[in-house]
């Protein structure tokens, strides 16, 4: 018996999110359609508001309810010290491990030409933008240990180097092909305590 169309609908529409495949995304939406309904409008509307509460702040990228996000506007983070990170959910990898006390600035991704993006679809002008007028003294690196990372970290490098400032990328104890969201704290922790210079 194939499935009413509105749950086939649901069903594509929740396996396009991350981490959800096919068998989940049945499951989740055969629950939905048989749940109360006030529960499932919350839901919904629970999903919606995120959304529209949800920016990116302005200077680093960070996804944030109020632009700019706490981290930039404190005045006890030091300023000298920037991690330049691939995605916003990365920041929160690195405040968990409590041992970053500069900021960050969100790249949005990886160089990665097979894919179709390029340098310039990055936050990378953004950054050079702010060496300009913060008192940055040295960049940490901490992208993915992928091949797309490892590039991209060489590619900034390059980019960014200038008279006064260190380019640093964090230690590779993290798991060889993955992101910042899969290390668990202390190893995260060492990675940007054994950070090492690029320049
Ligand atoms: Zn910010």
Do not use: W
């Not at 991350?18 to 499932?40: F, K, M, N």
């Not at 991690?83 to 790249?107: M, N, P, Y």
């Not at 030409?113 to 940490?140: F, M, N, S, T, W």
């Amino acid at each position: 018996m194939p499935l009413p169309d509105s749950i086939a609908a649901l069903i594509s529409a929740l396996a396009k999110l991350p981490g959800v495949g096919p068998r989940s995304a049945e499951r989740i939406a055969l629950y939905l359609a048989q749940t109360d309904s006030v529960a499932v409008k919350q839901l919904a509307e629970t999903i919606l508001h995120t959304r529209e509460k949800i920016k990116f702040c302005e200077i680093c990228g960070a996804l944030t309810e109020q632009s700019p996000f706490s981290v930039c506007t404190d005045m006890r983070r030091d300023a000298s010290i920037i991690c330049v990170v691939e995605r916003a959910v990365d920041i929160l990898a690195i405040e968990k491990a409590d041992s970053f006390r500069g900021k960050f600035h969100v790249l949005g991704g990886n160089i990665s030409p097979l894919d179709g993006v390029e340098p310039e679809d990055l936050r990378i002008a953004e950054l050079e933008k702010r060496l300009a007028k913060e008192p940055i003294k040295e960049i940490v690196i901490a992208l993915g240990t992928d091949v797309e990372g490892d590039a991209t970290g060489i590619y900034l490098a390059k980019r960014l180097a200038r008279r006064g400032l260190t380019i640093s990328r964090i230690a590779y104890g993290l798991p060889a092909g993955s992101g910042l969201e899969f290390a668990d704290e202390l190893t995260l922790s060492r990675a940007l305590e054994g950070r090492t210079e690029m320049n």
